[in-house]
Nanobody, 120 residues
Framework: QVQLVESGGGLVQPGGSLRLSCAAS????????MGWYRQAPGKQRDLVAT???????NYADSVKGRFTISRDNAKNTVYLQMNNLKPEDTAVYYC??????????????WGKGTLVTVSS
């Protein structure tokens, strides 16, 4: 069984920074693309950033230049460094990963989310 657990959310003032982490655990054989998505109140869940197993990254236009996604393959962990945060970044941030196990091919897994609130 595979689990994704996010951490690092919280309350921060505009212009501040936060670093989110997401650790995958369980009977993991291989992890392909990992990513972060977010869902603001009353809105759909949107892509924030993704990173391939080889390190290629992709960002939403709204976070380019402010957010950086990275991963530690040895720790099965993906990170999201968020700088110059704005009130419109307020949302629940979800981790996603495509993971294969000894029993299954690659499947999409989601964490339960971590709340980021940007407010003065």
């Amino acid at each position: 069984q595979v689990q994704l657990v996010e951490s690092g959310g919280g309350l921060v003032q505009p212009g501040g920074s936060l670093r989110l982490s997401c650790a995958a655990s369980g009977s993991i054989f291989s992890i392909a693309t990992m990513g972060w998505y977010r869902q603001a109140p009353g809105k759909q869940r949107d892509l924030v950033a993704t990173i391939s197993a080889g390190g290629s990254t992709n960002y939403a236009d709204s976070v380019k230049g402010r957010f950086t996604i990275s991963r530690d393959n040895a720790k099965n962990t993906v990170y999201l460094q968020m700088n110059n945060l704005k009130p419109e970044d307020t949302a629940v941030y979800y981790c996603n990963a495509y993971i294969s196990t000894a029993q299954t091919t690659f499947m999409s897994y989601w964490g339960k989310g971590t709340l980021v609130t940007v407010s003065s």
